[in-house]
């Protein structure tokens, strides 16, 4: 008996970036008859002014609407769980189409609004102090999935509408540079979500190819690198990253990047927050001219840690300061949620054991 074989799925159109999805679409509609306009009035629907069905794109005819539906999927992030702090800050977790679930924050400050968006399912990087290491890593997400968080977002009812973007949230995004890059595009592109290069910043632990990809972009994206540790010795027990990626190669790549680099620093109480620790740090930051962010530990996904003292942390930001170290103390948001980074997902769904493939390992810079 002869196997069937399972039929290939339909191209998903949110996967592809800009200039990438409008040939497509202007090949398709060409091969149609249909005018050349159809195809930018269609991407336009995408990610401007988004709809979650072909069948809602009501301005073109509905012959053409089967017809696209027939032919290309439109892929949607559901909307399983949305926590709101009484400081604003909203928490979203998002199933997927395979039941992995993934977490978007969105953080309001004044006429600012972050979204905090993942990049991976999961995480395989087990930073001692994340509670996104716990659940360890599922698998990697396409760019529907990650610029698909803003989409989500943006067609809620009212929409939320992001002037900033940070890469803080599960998963190392330089580890899934082949979508991370083209969700940079369509988030980036005015054709799409359009938010200016200066107002996304990626998070990296620091993997050095990522980085060299990244500074090679020629838009004005930001770089942050997770520090956590001023040593070697201390970060390697914080971060066993630092193993393939030691302090001193992640330092030259940050003097490398030709943009300002930011460092992110969790305050571990006992740990990594004594004078001396301060003293180190600053001489990182002023070997790359790094701006520091210092981050109250969140003791919702504290792992065991526990969080420096509000004097201790503002002492050591003086520290660093008065070594010529420009530095800011990040507020603590959504203390009243499961707001750390992977704990609402965690506690909705309890620890899974990692699902890791070959392909998914690998860190994909073309």
């Known amino acids: 008996m002869t196997a069937v074989p399972e039929s290939t799925p339909l191209p998903d159109l949110l996967d592809f970036a800009p200039d990438a999805a409008i040939a497509l679409l202007q090949e398709w509609m060409a091969d149609r008859g249909e005018p050349a306009y159809r195809a930018t009035q269609v991407f336009g629907r995408l990610w401007q002014r ?47 189409h395979d039941g992995q679930f993934i ?87 005015a054709r799409a979500l359009g938010i200016g290069a200066r107002h996304i910043t990626i998070s990296t632990v620091g993997i050095l190819p990522g980085i060299i990809a990244l500074g090679e972009r020629p838009e004005q994206f930001r770089l942050a690198i997770s520090i956590h540790a001023p040593s070697d010795a201390l970060r390697k027990t914080l971060m066993p990253v630092n193993t393939k990626y030691p302090l001193a190669e992640v330092i030259e790549a940050a003097r490398q990047f030709d943009r300002r680099v930011t460092f992110e620093y969790v305050m571990l109480g006992g740990v990594n927050d004594q004078p001396e620790h301060a003293a180190q740090l600053a001489q990182l930051a002023r070997d790359c001219r790094a701006f520091v962010n210092l981050i109250p530990l969140h003791p919702g996904g504290s792992m065991g840690f526990t969080p420096t003292s509000a004097p201790v942390i503002t002492a050591f930001a003086k520290a660093l300061r008065a070594r010529g170290v420009e530095t800011a103390v990040r507020r603590s948001r959504g203390l009243d949620i499961a707001a750390a980074c992977g704990q609402l997902r965690t506690e909705r769904l309890g620890r899974r054991a990692p699902i890791a493939s070959d392909e998914d390992r690998e860190i994909h810079i073309a």
Do not use: Y
């Not at 290309?72 to 604003?88: C, I, M």
């Open 103 to 189: 977490e978007t924050v969105a953080i309001p400050d004044g006429d600012r609004m972050t979204f905090c968006i993942s990049s991976q399912a999961g995480c395989a990087l087990k930073c001692a102090f994340c509670a996104t290491g716990v659940m360890g890593f599922q698998r990697n997400l396409h760019p529907s999935e990650i610029a698909g968080q803003v989409r989500a977002l943006r067609m809620l009812e009212p929409p939320i509408i992001p002037t900033n973007i940070v890469f803080m949230g599960m998963g190392e995004p330089l580890m899934n540079w082949k979508a991370v890059s083209p969700s940079l595009s369509l988030l980036n592109d």
């Open 50 to 96: 988004p709809v979650d069905s072909f069948e809602a794109m009501t301005e073109l005819p509905k012959p053409l609407r089967e017809a696209l539906a027939q032919s290309f999927r439109l892929s949607s992030l559901e909307l399983a769980t949305r926590q709101r702090s009484n400081d604003g800050t909203e928490k979203f977790l998002f199933r997927l």
